[in-house]
Every structure is written in structure tokens, then in C-alpha cells.
């Protein structure tokens, strides 16, 4: 069934969208700190009041895609295939995720500037909720279950230390190997 979405909700996508692509415009032309939000609504076309209502922070505006990134986690769980165990759909979501290009204008702008790159840590942690309640709907277990909050928790931080790692693969295969397992050494 598709669902209808009215004239109100297009033009607030719209506007939204505008205000995201005119922001990222600037950031990426003359970096973060040096546009104010002003010159973002400006360039939408919108007031400083509009803007706020679709972004609740400066930051905010470069980080548009956070409900999709949470649904992209939250179906790497659901979504895998037979067979596949959670830690391993969360290893290979994480490695695409990571496989950005260093090379990318966003990226660059996002870890070259400290603001976004905090507020880019913070929103990633904010999936956890959402990803340990996948966690246990996919294993069974209760909806507050420690266990897979907590595998929610391991899994959004290794993306740190994944992506810092000289060899990104090597460094996700023993990180979630070490998940699959347990503590254990053998």
C-alpha cells in the first residue's frame, strides 16, 4: 500500500531538503565555522526561525540523513540473510559504512571539523536503543535484554576504532570475531 503524502508534508520535506543542500553547499565552499545560519537560510530562502524548525542545531543541518542511517542499522539486523548471524550483519553494515571514500568532500568536512565530528559520534550512539530492540526481537530475547543493549552499545563503537585502523577489514573481522565468540581466549 503506498502511502499518500499531502501537500503540507512535501513542502516541509522541500524545505528541509533546500535548507540541507544550501547548508552543505557553503560547508563544503567555505567550511563549517566560517558560515553562520543566516547565510544558510539565506541561501534557502527560508528565516532563521524556519530553519530551526527543521534543524535544532547547526550541526544538525550536515547530519539530515540520521533517521535513514538508524533504519539502515536496524535492517542490517532484521533484513539479513538466512543463516547470518546478528554480529555478523552488523560487522558487514559497519565495514560499508566505514568504506566511504577518505576522499569524499563530506567526510573530509566532517572529520576535519570537531563540532561535526562530535556531533557525528553522538548521533551514531543514538541508534543504540533502537538497534539493541532489533538485537532482541531478532534473538528472542526481552526488549529491555542487557545483553543485546549491550552488543547494540559494542557494535556503534567499534565504528571508531574500524574506521581509524590502518587495515579497517582486519580490525572489523577481529572486533566482531571477538563478539561472535565471547571473552573467551583459547
Known amino acids: 500500500m503506498?502511502?499518500?503524502?499531502?501537500?503540507?508534508?512535501?513542502?516541509?520535506?522541500?524545505?528541509?531538503?533546500?535548507l540541507a543542500d544550501a547548508a552543505l553547499e557553503l560547508f563544503l565552499e567555505r567550511g563549517f565555522d566560517q558560515v553562520g545560519v543566516k547565510e544558510v537560510a539565506d541561501a534557502a530562502d527560508v528565516s532563521v526561525t524556519?530553519?530551526?524548525?527543521?534543524?535544532?542545531?547547526?550541526?544538525?543541518?550536515?547530519?539530515?540523513?540520521?533517521?535513514?542511517?538508524?533504519a539502515a542499522l536496524v535492517n542490517a539486523v532484521r533484513g539479513r540473510p538466512p543463516r547470518h548471524t546478528i554480529v555478523d550483519a552488523?560487522?558487514?553494515?559497519?565495514?560499508?559504512?566505514?568504506?566511504?571514500?577518505?576522499?569524499?568532500?563530506?567526510?573530509?568536512?566532517?572529520?576535519?571539523?570537531?563540532?561535526?565530528r562530535e556531533y557525528g559520534?553522538?548521533?551514531w550512539m543514538r541508534h543504540e536503543t533502537a538497534l539493541a530492540r532489533a538485537i532482541a526481537?531478532?534473538?528472542g530475547a526481552p526488549e529491555n535484554d542487557v545483553a543485546c543493549a549491550a552488543l547494540a552499545r559494542f557494535a556503534l563503537a567499534s565504528r571508531e576504532l574500524i574506521a581509524g585502523h590502518e587495515n579497517p577489514q582486519r580490525a572489523a573481522e577481529e572486533i566482531f570475531a571477538r563478539l561472535e565468540r565471547g571473552w573467551r581466549t583459547e
Open 2 to 18: 503506498t502511502e499518500v503524502i499531502g501537500r503540507r508534508e512535501r513542502k516541509k520535506a522541500q524545505t528541509r531538503k533546500a
Open 50 to 70: 524556519t530553519l530551526f524548525k527543521h534543524f535544532p542545531s547547526k550541526e544538525a543541518l550536515v547530519f539530515d540523513q540520521e533517521a535513514d542511517i538508524e
Open 90 to 116: 552488523l560487522r558487514k553494515h559497519i565495514l560499508v559504512d566505514v568504506a566511504a571514500s577518505p576522499g569524499d568532500a563530506f567526510i573530509r568536512l566532517t572529520e576535519s571539523t570537531p563540532a561535526l
Open 121 to 123: 559520534r553522538r548521533m
Open 137 to 139: 526481537e531478532e534473538s
